[in-house]
């Protein structure tokens, strides 16, 4: 299994699917808000929109709940890109290693990059 490239809370963009005009989601943009490694999907904020029907119950208040409730379901990750914070476009994602020395220690950090404007993420 690999690595996912795709984190919570990055901003991401749908680039495959039913396109806008009818009815889907190829093209907008929202938040991550889980990432589901194991069977490498996320889950997008706005992106994927389904209706379930719940049956009606009753809170400890009083209240009666249920109907039907719209919620994200998740997608699969080759589906979205990170979006370029500098051109606000999809781009993919590099790792930048860099090596400090202290101490005759030497000690990497990684950093994902923008491969479209080199930016950090």
Known sequence: MAK?????????????????????????????????????????????RVTKHTKAGQTSQGASTGGIITTESPIHVSNVAIVDPETKKPTRVRTRVETTERDGRSKAARTRVAVRSGKDL
């Open 4 to 48: 996912m490239k795709i984190k919570k809370g990055d901003l991401v963009q749908v680039i495959s699917g039913r396109s806008q005009k009818n009815g889907g989601d190829r093209g907008k943009q929202g938040k991550v808000i889980a990432v589901y490694p194991e069977r490498q999907r996320v889950l997008v904020e706005g992106i994927g």
